[in-house]
């Protein structure tokens, strides 16, 4: 309820969507975000309660059922479990960015 489109509400309930509510019965999450624009926030939360109900899975219940899981989560969308590991490169000396360099002149 407190993610504000609606389309991307529905991307924060995609793993509850997927493996039903009977599997998140005995399980209760607070996920906190920061940094990063709205639709990264929902990615990173959407990500966060994918993981931890695996992790969750593999502690306290059977492996079996936690490879179920992982299975189903996979399955739909690889980046419910794995993360983006693309960052931006920092800037060097002798350009105006990473990779550019100023121009240079010859007369």
């Known amino acids: 309820e407190l993610v504000d489109p ?5 991307k924060v309930y995609e793993p509850i969507l997927l493996l039903g509510r009977a599997r998140f019965a005995g399980v209760d999450m607070r996920v906190r975000v920061k940094g ?20 969750y ?9 936690k490879k179920e899981i992982k299975d189903i989560l996979l399955s739909y969308d690889r980046t419910l479990l794995v993360a983006d590991p693309r ?3 920092p800037k060097k000396f002798g350009g105006r960015g990473a990779r550019a360099r100023y121009q240079k002149s010859y007369r």
Do not use: F, M
Not at 6 to 10: G, H, K, M, N, V
Not at 36 to 55: D, N, P, T
Not at 57 to 65: C, M, P, R
């Open 36 to 55: 990063g624009g709205h639709v990264s926030q929902i990615y990173a939360i959407r990500q966060a309660i994918a993981k931890s109900l695996v992790a």
């Open 57 to 65: 899975y593999q502690k306290y219940v059977d492996e079996a059922t």
């Open 87 to 89: 960052r931006c490169e």
């Open 6 to 10: 609606e389309i991307l509400r529905y």
